[in-house]
């Protein structure tokens, strides 16, 4: 009986471990408001690795409901250490098929460690979207596949 307690026990705490560890990830997108549109702001893969392909994310919903069938409606300014580049958000969901409706992208690959700023700007359903520069989570030097290890003969 005592054994079973205790590995319910030693369950649960690497249970809650795991949740611990993982909220950061999940907290690094910013919530911003524009009138009636909400949106989820942040790098598309968290943590963000420099030369792997990677994303900014933009979800988009208006009260509560997805926003679908924006066509060159919204830019985004991915700007670090004084360089920036304009980029334009695509949909990241076919209506009705796969990808979650109202997850737009715009694809870049991080090329150095450090801060980078996305800035977006412009219009969703009538609402001006200005969403001043914010600092997102510094993409890592380590990389996402760890090194193969030679199997010894």
Excluded at 75 to 95: A, H, W
Excluded at 101 to 119: E, K, L
Excluded at 132 to 152: A, F, G, H, L, M
């Amino acid at each position: 009986m005592h054994r079973s307690m205790r590995a319910l026990a030693v369950a649960s705490a690497l249970a809650v471990l795991t949740l611990i560890v993982g909220a950061p990830e999940a907290l690094a997108h910013a919530q911003r408001q524009a009138g009636p549109i909400h949106m989820e702001i942040g790098f598309g893969t968290e943590p963000a690795y420099v030369g792997q392909p990677n994303s900014v994310q933009i979800i988009l919903t208006e009260h509560g409901r997805a926003i679908v069938g924006l066509v060159d409606a919204l830019e985004v300014t991915v700007s670090f250490g004084g360089q920036q580049t304009d980029l334009r958000l695509e949909p990241n969901f076919e209506v009705g098929g796969d990808g979650t409706p109202g997850d737009y992208r715009a694809w870049f690959i991080p090329s150095q460690p450090g801060p980078y700023t996305f800035h977006l700007a412009g219009t969703v359903r009538g609402t001006k979207i200005d969403e001043p520069s914010r600092r997102v989570p510094r993409p890592s030097t380590r990389s996402k596949i760890p090194p193969r290890r030679r199997s010894r003969p």
